[in-house]
């Protein structure tokens, strides 16, 4: 995690922002363990107390456990969990905003033609 942050959050969100997209893109798996609070901490240059607020609302969310001694871990299912809540996320969100420019500009036709199949050349 590189310590790049935006003033539009807090870094604790960002720092959850940035676990989920590690599990949503595959970076960690199912019961893989988390960076450790101090490990975070230090690479990001934040207080650990900040780090753990972000792991606490992961574990909040059911999609680490801790695991006394050992640290936390990704559960079960928390892939299919995030994939679920940020598909909604995103249609709720941004698609309206996304479809209201697309609509604005004129592209419809353009991006799906973009995304239609080529003909073979010499057929």
Known sequence: ???EWN???PIYRQI?????????DGLLKE???LPSVRNVATETRVNPLTVLKAYQMLEAERL???????GMF???????????AERQK????????IHATIERLGLIDELLGASAPKPRRGS
Not at 74 to 84: E, F, H, Q, S
Request: charged share 30%; hydrophobic share 45%; net charge negative.
């Open 90 to 97: 995103f249609l709720t969100e941004q698609w309206p905003e």
């Open 64 to 70: 680490v456990e801790k695991r006394r001694g050992l």
């Open 1 to 3: 995690m590189e310590p």
């Open 7 to 9: 003033d539009s959050q």
């Open 31 to 33: 019961g893989d363990p």
């Open 16 to 24: 959850r922002e940035r676990v989920v997209a590690m599990i949503l």
């Open 74 to 84: 990704i559960n079960a299912g928390a892939r299919g969990l995030l994939l679920a």
